[in-house]
């Protein structure tokens, strides 16, 4: 059975950094493309970032480009996200997914599997 564990979330100040990281367990990662979505209180959960399995193709949502980073590990079966220069509005529960896919997507419908989600709070 797959399982996805994010980690990494907390409380950051303006202009700070966190490194996020989903662990796969239960699957062949190298199988799946992999992406970061966000929800902040109130709001539909939107598109971060997503990579493809070798991670030669990458996605980026605009109000993220230039910020963070999508990488994975695949003789880790994880997948990160490295966000810097944090912004107020970057405040949301982000979970990452998993696609059976070739290509990435920006749809959270295409994904298959999903993580439960890190709290990410930063202030101003």
């Known amino acids: 059975q797959v399982q996805l564990v994010e980690s990494g979330g907390g409380l950051v100040q303006a202009g700070g950094s966190l490194r996020l990281s989903c662990a796969c367990s239960g699957c062949t990662f190298s199988r799946y493309a992999m992406g970061w979505f966000r929800q902040a209180p109130g709001k539909e959960r939107e598109f971060v970032a997503a990579?493809?399995?070798?991670?030669?193709?990458?996605d980026y949502e605009d109000s993220v480009k230039g910020r963070f980073i999508i990488s994975r590990d695949n003789a880790k079966n994880t997948v990160y996200l490295q966000m810097n220069s944090l912004r107020p509005e970057d405040t949301a529960v982000y979970y990452c997914a998993a696609a059976t896919s070739l290509v990435v997507y920006r749809r959270g419908e295409r994904y298959n599997y999903w993580g439960q989600g890190t709290q990410v709070t930063v202030s101003s």
């Open positions: 990579i493809t399995r070798s991670g030669v193709s990458i």
